[in-house]
């Protein structure tokens, strides 16, 4: 073994490692430990871990444990979406709706159905529903969401930088699950899609 591969394997070992240390750190309740999960994610995210981008964004999003940076939120969640995140493509929709700026937001609500986030139909459709005349998108997208029940998608990468993407996904039983089947009794009378 070179000490080039030795080099590599080591990286990689030890962006791991930060990576889940960070991920035990962020759901301690006391900022000291959030401080220090968001200080090991920057470090992951130097040393190349791809899906380290979507927490740095989302840590600049909610500001629990830096200040918070819209232009820094945004910058990050393009690069996990960029890197394949879904997830990042949501939160970017979700940012831009709470800014009132639909188009962008429905532009990255479709992205991330697109790239296979479950959760981004229910937000897409709500949005619509404030339109009357895309009130039929929106139960199409409602009765999708349904149909495929209440799932949370968690994407793992193996070790190497350019294996394979293994999604596991898990069903829950959630509340938009249970608002999306309320939303569509209410609309059933009123359009027949």
Same mark, same amino acid.
């Given at each position: 073994?070179?000490f080039?591969?030795?080099?590599? %394997?080591?990286q990689?070992s030890l ?6 240390e =960070? *991920?035990?750190l962020e759901d301690l309740p006391d900022?000291?430990s959030?401080?220090? =999960?968001?200080?090991?994610v &920057?470090?992951a !995210?130097?040393?190349g871990?791809r899906d380290?981008?979507? *927490?740095?964004a989302?840590?600049?999003?909610r500001?629990?444990s !830096?200040?918070p940076?819209?232009r820094m ?6 690069k996990?979406w960029r890197s394949? *995140?879904?997830?990042? =493509?949501?939160?970017?929709?979700i ?8 188009t962008s937001? %429905?532009?990255?609500f479709?992205?991330? %159905?697109?790239a296979? $986030?479950?959760d981004? &139909?229910?937000?897409l459709a709500?949005?619509?529903?404030? $339109?009357?005349?895309?009130c039929?998108?929106a !139960?199409?997208?409602?009765r999708?969401y349904?149909?495929?029940?209440p #799932?949370e998608?968690y994407? !793992? ?7 394979p993407?293994v999604?596991?996904d898990v069903r829950?039983?959630?509340?938009d ?5 309320r939303?569509? #009794?209410?609309?059933k009378?009123? %359009? *027949? =899609?």
């Amino acid at each position: 073994m070179t000490f080039k591969t030795f080099d590599r %394997i080591a990286q990689v070992s030890l962006r791991n490692a930060l990576w889940l240390e =960070a *991920s035990y750190l962020e759901d301690l309740p006391d900022k000291h430990s959030l401080r220090k =999960a968001f200080g090991l994610v &920057r470090r992951a !995210v130097k040393l190349g871990l791809r899906d380290a981008r979507g *927490s740095l964004a989302y840590a600049y999003d909610r500001a629990d444990s !830096v200040r918070p940076s819209r232009r820094m939120a945004v910058h990050w969640y393009r690069k996990a979406w960029r890197s394949g *995140s879904s997830g990042a =493509a949501r939160n970017l929709g979700i940012t831009m709706r709470m800014e009132g700026r639909t188009t962008s937001a %429905i532009l990255w609500f479709r992205r991330a %159905i697109a790239a296979g $986030d479950p959760d981004a &139909r229910f937000d897409l459709a709500k949005m619509l529903l404030e $339109d009357p005349d895309r009130c039929v998108e929106a !139960v199409r997208l409602l009765r999708e969401y349904v149909a495929r029940g209440p #799932q949370e998608i968690y994407e !793992v990468r193996p070790p190497g930088e350019n294996g394979p993407r293994v999604r596991l996904d898990v069903r829950l039983e959630d509340e938009d699950f249970e608002e999306a089947k309320r939303l569509l #009794q209410e609309l059933k009378g009123s %359009i *027949s =899609a």
